[in-house]
């Protein structure tokens, strides 16, 4: 049985991951906002523009400089007023930016906005490429009514290491086991264990909200 050494492996990997094993700030935690700068309208869609502030702070910029991968999760929500009954969701849409430093070429790394890898030389630029200005669709223009009101709802989330990465650390785990016939097999690494493992280290989650202030399709330069 070499559960136990799985489980053993798996936790060096995590201390080595957050060395620190201790939660971010809540100074940290409180610095990161989302700021509303733009609604419109634009080929068929209504679009947002919006910016994090103090994206690359605290422990965040702590993990980032000592190379481990950021992933920014912005989720976008287009909601309908209803009266006297619950507001009905038109639209969501989750985007994922992903951002790594290199240490020995001194870059940064940004995937995620296109299909192309960006490369860029400052911390400076690397923020700016993540959390400034951001362009993204909210809805379709075509789902929505002339009559009815609406708002946005845009969630950031900054994580040092998501479900996402399991796949990493199952491979980095595969590469230590000798025996042919359990690299075949592979490892699984219940993901219950690992949500706990995160939720005691701490590791990476900054989260901010934005609810924007009802708007109709006149706002837009659309409707009556």
Do not use: C
Not at 8 to 32: C, F, I, K, Y
Not at 68 to 92: G, I
Not at 116 to 144: C, F, N, W, Y
């Amino acid at each position: 049985m070499r559960a136990p050494h799985v489980l053993a492996a798996m936790v060096a990997t995590l201390v080595l991951l957050a060395p620190s094993m201790t939660p971010a700030d809540d100074g940290d935690r409180n610095l990161l906002a989302l700021r509303l700068e733009q609604v419109e309208a634009g080929s068929g869609w209504a679009w947002v523009d919006f910016s994090l502030e103090h994206a690359l702070e605290g422990k965040t910029w702590d993990d980032l400089r000592h190379g481990r991968p950021l992933t920014f999760l912005y989720t976008v929500e287009l909601w309908r007023e209803r009266a006297h009954w619950f507001d009905s969701l038109v639209s969501s849409r989750v985007v994922e930016i992903r951002l790594r430093y290199d240490p020995w070429q001194e870059i940064y790394a940004v995937a995620g906005l296109g299909p192309d890898i960006r490369q860029v030389l400052t911390p400076e630029e690397a923020q700016a490429v993540v959390s400034s200005h951001l362009h993204l669709k909210a809805g379709e223009l075509s789902r929505l009514g002339t009559e009815g009101r609406y708002y946005l709802v845009i969630r950031a989330d900054i994580k040092t290491l998501t479900l996402h990465d399991l796949n990493e650390v199952e491979g980095w785990l595969r590469g230590e086991v000798k025996s042919d016939s359990e690299k075949e097999a592979g490892l699984s690494i219940p993901r219950s264990l690992l949500r706990m493992f995160l939720g005691v280290s701490g590791l990476g989650d900054r989260t901010a909200l934005l609810r924007s202030e009802p708007f109709d399709l006149a706002r837009l330069g659309l409707g009556s």
